[in-house]
Structure formats: structure tokens, C-alpha cells
């Protein structure tokens, strides 16, 4: 069977399932299918290298046979932003899947949303807005969104400290940042690595009197290699 066949009778079973109420719901790609059904020809357009050689004779086969580049405005934009503010990709982020219609409740006539976190995203968005809407230039639209976007974050820089410093006045006790515990577990790590070196080198040092002589220096170096081995 073909594979064009193979979809067709996809479809209709689909349907039928979809009439008789066993699948609750279309699938996400019923109508997209049903309003653009794969082509049923059987030719393949075949691409004529000579003349493409012709008409670009600079460019090798391998070159001319590669895709095209696909590059959306936002992708400049969202480069240019992540470049100039690599911190921002250390924020923590919600990775679990929506239902992809953020576009439908956020209006980007403002940078601040009711139903989306400030990120970089917000910054591409709301200069997507600008362009579209403004007719402003990407450098203009980005530089006024990029503006917003640190007034913002300096809002919610003041709003965090001052509810911290609240939370602290009427008693509340906030425990250590993992950071904070990070830290203090590596300097406990380092402390005590340095008490056990202090106690073999004295135990060394009493057990070979630290004469100075070769003989000596053999015996503790013969010491040590049998410590490592341990």
C-alpha cells in the first residue's frame, strides 16, 4: 500500500472513531491534515544540477543542494538579547508543556504579563509588538523593549527585598541557599583534609626523628607511597 493511501485510510478511520464517540476529541493533527492532505502524485520533481551549475558555477554541488537557512526576525532578536545577557539563562524555568497559547492571552502592547513569568522571551515578544505595530526599526523596538525589561526587573529586585525584609521583622527564619550550604560543605571538605594532612605529616616527622639525612628522607618517602597505596 502506498503511503498516501496509508493516510487517507488513517483519516477515515479517524472519523469513524470520532462519529461513533470511541475518541473523545480530535487529534492535534486532524484538521491540519484534512485542510492540506499529502500529494497522491507519483512523480518526483527531479532537480537539474547542470543547470543549476550554470546559473551558480562559484558554488560546489554540496552547496547548492543544501537547504536553505530558515531565520524568523526573533531569532536575531532572542541571539542579540541572550548574548548581551547570558545570566538570564540561569533563572530557573518551567520545562512541563502547555497547551501553546500563550500568544492568545498576553497582550504585548505592554511588557508586563498577568499569565507569563519576565524573561528573555518578554523582551523578544513585546519587540516583535513594536515592529509590527509601531513600525519601528528591530534596533529601536529591541532597545525600548530591552529598557522595560530592566525597569521591571528592578521592580521585582525592590518588591523581593522588601517582603524579605518584612518576612524577617515579624520573626520568620529563612533557611540557608543551596548555594550558602554548597559553600559551607566544601570549606567543612577542605578543613578537614587539612587537619588529617597536619596529623600524618607530625606522625611522620616523630617516627623519623626528621634527621635530615638520606636515610631518612628514603624511609619517609617509602612511608608515604605506602599511605598512598593504602
Known amino acids: ?78 541571539r542579540l538579547f541572550y548574548r548581551q545577557h547570558p545570566w538570564e539563562l540561569t533563572r530557573p524555568r518551567i520545562l512541563v508543556e502547555q497547551d501553546a497559547l500563550d500568544f492568545q492571552r498576553c497582550d504585548w502592547s505592554k511588557l508586563e504579563q498577568d499569565y507569563k513569568a519576565l524573561d528573555g522571551e518578554s523582551v523578544v515578544q513585546r519587540a516583535l509588538w513594536l515592529m509590527r505595530n509601531k513600525e519601528l526599526s528591530q534596533e529601536e523596538a529591541y532597545d525600548i523593549a530591552r529598557k522595560e525589561f530592566y525597569s521591571l526587573r528592578v521592580k521585582e529586585t525592590i518588591e523581593r527585598q522588601t517582603a524579605e525584609e518584612e518576612a524577617r521583622m515579624f520573626g520568620t527564619v529563612f533557611s540557608k541557599s543551596y548555594n550558602q550550604r554548597g559553600l559551607e560543605n566544601e570549606a567543612e571538605a577542605l578543613e578537614e583534609w587539612k587537619t588529617r594532612a597536619q596529623t600524618v605529616t607530625k606522625r611522620m616527622q616523630s617516627r623519623f626523628g626528621m634527621a635530615g639525612d638520606e636515610e631518612g628522607e628514603s624511609k619517609l618517602e617509602s612511608s608515604r607511597a605506602g599511605e598512598r597505596e593504602q
Open 1 to 78: 500500500m502506498k503511503p498516501q493511501s496509508d493516510v487517507f485510510e488513517i483519516i477515515k478511520r479517524t472519523s469513524r472513531l470520532l462519529q461513533t464517540g470511541v475518541v473523545k476529541g480530535e487529534p492535534a493533527w486532524f484538521k491540519a491534515v484534512l485542510a492540506h492532505p499529502p500529494s497522491t502524485s507519483d512523480t518526483v520533481q527531479r532537480v537539474d544540477i547542470a543547470q543549476l551549475r550554470q546559473k551558480h558555477p562559484h558554488l560546489s554541488v554540496k552547496k547548492l543542494m543544501k537547504p536553505m537557512e530558515i531565520v524568523y526576525p526573533e531569532d536575531r532578536i532572542r
